[in-house]
C-alpha cells in the first residue's frame, strides 16, 4: 500500500502509524545525542519540522514508548544496534508553547502554568502510595493555573527530580516553540514582566537542575542570552548559519525531487524550485519549506501554502512602522534586488527590535524570510557581511499580498491609481488627500509626527505602487539619474500599440479594468515629493520648488536614454504640509 499524504500532522506516532508520507529525519536522533551537549537550542523557520521532530525524540527515548520498535523500523536510526538499545529508556518531559499567544501578561502567564498543570496530571500516579512524602504532596497539590510564581518558575525542575527518583535515572527535557510568547509580549507590550517570568523558569529547568539528562529547546529566533538565557552558560545554540543538523529540519531537494517522482509530479520539479526552494541552513543549500512541498503533494499546485499560516503580525508591524531607510531596502527586494553587506546579529533582542540597527533583518533571515545569497569576511575586524535577496517565489508573493492590504481597506488609493493612469491631476489632489488623511497615521509611529509622517508615508506609498503597478512599471525609488537622485520613477514595461493620435492615451482608451488592460499604453512618470519649508508661504510654492528640482536636476536623463520620447514623460511635484497635500505638474 502507498504512503497516504496527510496535511498537519505533527505527531511522530501518527504518521508511522498510517503510514503518513514521511521524509525519514531520525538521523537526527543519533547526531543530536552522538554531540553529547547539555542543553541544546535550534532555530528554525515555523512550519520546517520542529515539532515533528521533538515528537520524534520523545518516542525515541521515552519509557512510555519502551518496545515500539514498530515506530522505528526500516528507518535510519535502526540500523544502529547502539541506538536500538537507547529505545525507550529514559523519562521525557515534553512540552510546547506553541499555543501560548494571549493579549496580556496575565493571560500568557496563566496559560504556560496550565500547560505545566496537565503535565503534572499527566503524572499523577506519584502522588500514589508514599513514594513523595507530604512535603513534596503539597507542592504537587499547589501547581495549578494560578499557582505563585515561585511554584511555578520551579515546578519543571521539581517534576524532574520526582521523575528521576521514581524511575532512577535523569530527566531528558523538550521544550518547543520556546519563543512564541515572546513575539506576542513584543508586539502586545509585556515584554519586561513575561522576560523576568522566563528567566526564572528557564533558570530552574536548564541551569540548576541536577536531575537533567539533556534537553533541547527550538523556537524562530535565537533570543538574547540577556533576555532569558542569562545565567545558562551550557548552552548549545544551532541558528540557520550553523552546520549542525543542517538538513535535519526541511526537505533537501533530493527528498523533495524523489516525493514528485513518488506521487507522479515529475513535469512539475523547476516550478516547485522557484516557489520553495532557497531556504540555507549553515553551508547547506537548497533546502526546502516542507509544508508547502506536502501541500503541494496534495494538491498539485503552487500557493502561498507556508505563508498562510501565521498573521505575519510581527513581521508586518516592523516594516510598515519601520523608518523610511527600512521601507525603501524593502523596495529594493521587492523589485528582485539585493541588500548589501549587512551586518547579522543572530540574538534577535525584541525590545530593540525598532531602534537597533538591522534587527529587522536579523529576524527576517532567522524567520526564513530572507536568505544569504553572499558572504564577505573581513579577517582584520573578525566582522562578518551577508548580501541578503528575498527567500523564494512563495516569500515574494507573501509580502506583495502584506503590501496590498495595506491599502485594500482604502478605496481612494485605488481611485487616486486610477487619477495618475488618467493624468487626471484634480482627481489625483482629491484622492491623495483622503489617502493622506488616513494613511498618515497608520505608517507613522514617530515621536514627532508632524515631521516623520511625510517620509514615512512617501516610502508606505511607494510599496503599494510597486506591488499595484508591477504588471505594467518597473518602478524604482531614490536612484540615481543625471544629476541626482529621483524620488519615484514609473519606467513602462510595454509599449503597444492602441496610443492615440498624438502619443497620448485617450479617456476612450481606458475602461474600468483599466489597472489590468494589457493593451494601454503608458507614459514614463517621475515623482519628487518636498515637504512645505518655513519661507514657502503656499503649498503651490512647493510643488512648483519639486518640478524645478526635476528639471534642473535631469532626473529625466535615465528614461531619455532607453529612447522614452521626452514628451512621453509625465513630471509631478507632490507638496506635503501636515496631512494636506498638493499635487502638480
Do not use: C
Given at each position: 500500500m502507498g504512503r497516504m499524504l496527510g496535511i498537519g500532522y505533527q505527531d511522530f506516532e501518527k504518521i508511522r502509524t498510517n503510514n503518513n508520507f514521511y521524509i525519514d529525519k531520525t538521523e537526527f536522533i543519533s547526531q543530536w545525542w552522538g554531540y553529547g551537549d547539555e542543553v541544546t537550542l535550534i532555530t528554525r523557520p515555523r512550519r520546517f519540522g520542529k515539532t515533528l521532530n521533538m515528537s520524534m525524540l520523545e518516542k525515541f527515548f521515552s519509557l512510555d514508548y519502551a518496545g515500539r520498535s514498530d515506530l522505528f523500523e526500516g528507518l535510519s536510526i535502526w540500523q544502529s544496534k547502539h541506538y536500538r538499545s537507547l529505545q525507550g529508556s529514559y523519562p521525557v518531559i515534553l512540552l510546547s508553547f506553541a499555543g501560548v499567544k494571549e493579549p496580556s501578561f496575565r493571560e500568557v502567564r496563566k496559560k504556560i502554568c496550565y500547560i505545566i498543570e496537565r503535565l503534572y496530571n499527566r503524572y499523577?500516579?506519584?502522588?500514589?502510595?508514599?513514594?513523595?512524602?507530604?512535603?513534596?504532596?503539597?507542592?504537587?497539590?499547589?501547581?495549578?493555573?494560578?499557582?505563585?510564581d515561585y511554584v511555578a518558575t520551579s515546578s519543571l525542575g521539581t517534576l524532574s527530580e520526582y521523575l528521576s527518583h521514581y524511575y532512577g535515572k535523569k530527566v531528558i527535557i523538550l521544550l518547543d516553540e520556546y519563543d512564541t510568547?515572546?513575539?506576542?509580549?513584543w508586539v502586545n507590550g509585556y515584554w519586561d514582566e513575561l522576560v523576568s517570568f522566563t528567566r526564572s523558569l528557564f533558570n530552574s529547568t536548564f541551569k540548576t537542575n541536577p536531575y537533567l539528562e539533556r534537553a533541547i529547546m527550538t523556537g524562530i529566533t535565537r533570543v538574547s542570552k540577556e533576555s532569558v538565557f542569562s545565567d545558562l552558560n551550557n548552552l548549545e545554540v544551532i541558528t540557520t548559519t550553523s552546520d549542525k543538523y543542517a538538513d535535519s529540519f526541511g526537505f533537501t531537494e533530493e527528498e523533495v525531487f524523489a516525493a514528485l517522482d513518488e506521487f507522479g509530479l515529475s513535469r512539475q520539479k523547476g516550478q516547485v524550485k522557484d516557489w520553495y526552494d532557497g531556504f540555507t541552513f549553515g553551508a547547506r543549500k537548497d533546502i526546502y519549506n516542507p509544508w508547502s512541498v506536502i501541500n503541494f503533494l496534495n494538491k498539485g499546485k503552487t500557493d502561498t501554502y507556508w505563508a498562510n499560516t501565521s498573521s505575519n503580525a510581527l513581521v508586518e508591524k516592523l516594516l510598515r512602522e519601520g523608518k523610511p531607510n527600512i521601507k525603501q531596502m524593502f523596495e529594493e527586494l521587492l523589485g528582485g534586488g539585493t541588500i548589501h553587506h549587512m551586518e547579522i546579529d543572530e540574538q534577535i533582542v525584541y525590545n530593540q527590535l525598532s531602534v537597533k540597527k538591522n534587527a529587522i533583518w536579523s529576524l527576517l533571515l532567522a524567520s526564513g524570510y530572507l536568505k544569504v545569497a553572499d558572504t564577505t569576511f573581513v579577517e582584520r575586524?573578525?566582522?562578518?557581511?551577508?548580501?541578503?535577496?528575498?527567500?523564494?517565489?512563495?516569500?515574494?508573493?507573501?509580502?506583495?499580498?502584506?503590501?496590498?492590504?495595506?491599502?485594500?481597506?482604502?478605496?481612494?488609493?485605488?481611485?487616486?491609481?486610477?487619477?495618475l493612469l488618467l493624468d487626471d491631476v484634480k482627481a489625483m489632489n482629491v484622492y491623495m488627500n483622503k489617502v493622506a488623511l488616513e494613511m498618515f497615521s497608520y505608517f507613522d509611529t514617530g515621536k514627532n509626527p508632524s515631521q516623520a509622517a511625510p517620509e514615512r508615508f512617501y516610502h508606505g506609498f511607494v510599496l503599494g505602487l510597486m506591488v499595484e503597478l508591477s504588471d505594467r512599471y518597473a518602478l524604482t525609488s531614490n536612484r540615481e539619474s543625471g544629476f541626482g537622485r529621483y524620488d519615484i520613477m514609473l519606467e513602462p514595461k510595454r509599449i503597444e500599440a492602441g496610443m492615440g493620435p498624438n502619443g497620448t492615451i485617450t479617456?476612450?482608451?481606458?475602461?474600468?479594468?483599466?489597472?489590468?488592460?494589457?493593451?494601454?499604453?503608458?507614459?514614463?512618470?517621475?515623482?519628487?515629493?518636498?515637504?512645505?519649508?518655513?519661507?514657502?508661504?503656499?503649498?503651490?510654492?512647493?510643488?512648483?520648488?519639486?518640478?524645478?528640482?526635476?528639471?534642473?536636476?535631469?532626473?529625466?536623463?535615465?528614461l531619455i536614454a532607453k529612447g522614452i520620447p521626452r514628451e512621453r514623460i509625465r513630471k509631478?511635484?507632490?507638496?506635503f504640509c501636515g496631512k494636506k497635500v498638493l499635487i502638480g505638474k
Open positions: 499523577g500516579f506519584l502522588m500514589e502510595g508514599s513514594f513523595l512524602n507530604e512535603k513534596e504532596k503539597q507542592f504537587f497539590r499547589k501547581v495549578s493555573a494560578d499557582m505563585e510568547p515572546m513575539q506576542e509580549a575586524t573578525g566582522r562578518r557581511y551577508y548580501d541578503l535577496v528575498l527567500t523564494n517565489r512563495e516569500v515574494h508573493v507573501m509580502f506583495e499580498n502584506m503590501v496590498r492590504d495595506w491599502f485594500s481597506g482604502n478605496d481612494d488609493y485605488n481611485d487616486f491609481i486610477r487619477a479617456n476612450d482608451a481606458i475602461t474600468n479594468d483599466a489597472i489590468t488592460n494589457d493593451a494601454i499604453i503608458n507614459d514614463a512618470i517621475i515623482m519628487e515629493f518636498k515637504v512645505q519649508e518655513a519661507e514657502e508661504k503656499e503649498l503651490s510654492d512647493t510643488v512648483e520648488d519639486a518640478l524645478r528640482q526635476i528639471e534642473t536636476k535631469k532626473y529625466d536623463a535615465a509631478y511635484g507632490f507638496a
